[in-house]
């Protein structure tokens, strides 16, 4: 028998496929396969062709890399969107995370993801070319970097600067400093630095 | 749009299915999703299909209706376990971790739950007739509980011990103490007074 006993095979092979899920243990992955086994099969078929419908089905708006049903996404697609400035994001969670705050009306260019020399992620990983292309092509006012305040985020940013910098477009990054509603005393001393530095006109700072 | 401004139907049909899992609420369910959005097309329907299979064909053992790939389960068809030993448990999962311990060479009994009144989970939504009708029938030496020792656990126990009295069949309880590792420092009184009151002779708890 093998050392987690599992009493049926059926069972041990699910319990495989929700363990290689990120952040799920053997544990966690038998039981949430239990629950499943007590919901009904209706339920549990829904469950697992709607994952499989979407990986099948899913497609990539053409235009920004962002997840969509349609070929150009509904925020690409908008009229009331400003096409003119770009918001680089690493993954499309983060486009929804923008999108959330509600304070961004211009398009979005999903990088999917960042470069990573440790994990083996290189600039032809990404989808930097098309972000070139954009700025050669385009008639842009300005790209938003928006990465990862990580080190991996930081070696992204500077490499698409060098790439972006012969195409005369304004590249900013979103500000970095202290989070809404933290107290200095516990504030790494980096990020204190860098808002210190990064100084700003109180009346332009409300 | 919607409050989480999902770029999409099929994704935010995924992460709504995910959500439904128990301990996984919106932002694990995303990433999830957005992992498996990662993965080649046929991880994805291997993923899904083995948990719509488990579900469709899993089958439970006749006699002790732990999980099972078979009509009699493993443990219950293999010739060198005790029959006349029964330890009754809640759910498969306690089975595994008292298999685990290898300290144990009776049979199961998978109730399927304990009384729970909060949860509406009663008596009769348990598999406690068969449980009486073994103790009825067969020729046991011993009835093991092996319940949680919540409220829920120990009303179980009591309901349990009290229908099967009258079949003169010798029901014992796993014994409540101090956990191995424990400081009694840190030990809740109520523990601790147990495990007074039930001390045992020094040469038999080695």
């Known amino acids: 028998m093998n050392y987690d006993n599992f009493p049926s095979k059926l ?8 363990s290689k899920l990120p952040g799920i243990g053997r544990k966690t992955a038998l039981r ?16 697992g062709n709607t994952i499989i419908q979407l990986r099948d089905e899913v497609k990539h708006c053409k235009s920004c890399f962002n997840i969509s049903d349609t070929d150009i996404c509904d925020i690409c697609a908008n009229p009331k969107r400003d096409k003119s400035t ?12 923008i999108e959330r705050t509600q304070q961004y009306n211009g398009i979005y ?36 970097l928006a990465l990862s305040t990580t080190m991996e985020g930081d070696t992204t940013n500077f490499y698409l600067y060098k790439k972006l910098k012969p195409h005369e477009v304004p590249v900013t990054t979103i500000a970095r400093g202290i989070s809404i509603g933290d107290e200095l005393e516990y504030t790494d001393e980096i990020t204190l630095g860098r808002s210190l530095l990064n100084r700003m006109p109180f009346d332009k700072s409300l």
């Open 109 to 144: 260019h999903v990088l999917g993801g960042i470069i990573s020399p440790m994990d083996g992620i290189g600039p032809s990983d990404l989808r930097i070319q098309p972000l070139i292309e954009k700025a050669e092509h385009e008639d842009l006012t300005e790209i938003i």
């Open 32 to 47: 949430l396969v239990l629950h499943l086994l007590n919901q009904n099969k209706d339920e549990v078929r829904k469950f």
């Open 86 to 97: 770009i918001c680089v994001v690493e993954s499309i969670r983060d486009v929804m995370s």
């Open 11 to 18: 069972l041990e092979n699910a319990v495989a496929e929700f």
